[in-house]
């Protein structure tokens, strides 16, 4: 049975800094491309970062570019995101997913291509 399972959620203040992790088992790591999603109060899942499985390979959207950086290590099956110069905008259930691996980079931003999915965990960016 795959799981995958975040933690590393919080509240932080405007600026301040927290590392999402996100550990997967029931699958072969690196046979799947990894990406982080973020869900906020009334608005849809979208896309926030990904990593293929060579992580030199990575795909960030506009708004988190500098800031956020993901990266994975697969001797632990553990992807994850470090989130630097946190926004209030920030705030959001952020979620990992698993896609396989032969996805084109740019296609790993669209959600329904994802075959595995976490709980999630919880941001929240105070002003």
């Known amino acids: 049975q795959v799981q995958l399972v975040e933690s590393g959620g919080g509240l932080v203040q405007a600026g301040g800094s927290l590392r999402l992790s996100c550990a997967a088992s029931?699958?072969?790591?690196?046979?799947?491309?990894m990406g982080w999603f973020r869900q906020a109060p009334g608005k849809e899942r979208e896309f926030v970062a990904a990593?293929?499985?060579?992580?030199?390979?990575?795909h960030y959207t506009d708004s988190v570019k500098g800031r956020f950086t993901i990266s994975r290590d697969n001797a632990k099956n553990t992807v994850y995101l470090q989130m630097n110069s946190l926004k209030p905008e920030d705030t959001a259930v952020y979620y990992c997913?698993?896609?396989?691996?032969?996805?084109?980079?740019?296609?790993?931003?669209?959600?329904?291509?994802?075959?595995?999915w976490g709980q999630g965990t919880s941001v929240a960016v105070s002003s």
């Open positions: 990593i293929k499985w060579s992580d030199s390979i990575t």
């Open positions: 997913g698993a896609v396989r691996a032969g996805t084109p980079l740019l296609n790993l931003s669209i959600g329904v291509l994802y075959n595995y």
């Open positions: 029931g699958l072969t790591f690196m046979s799947y491309a």
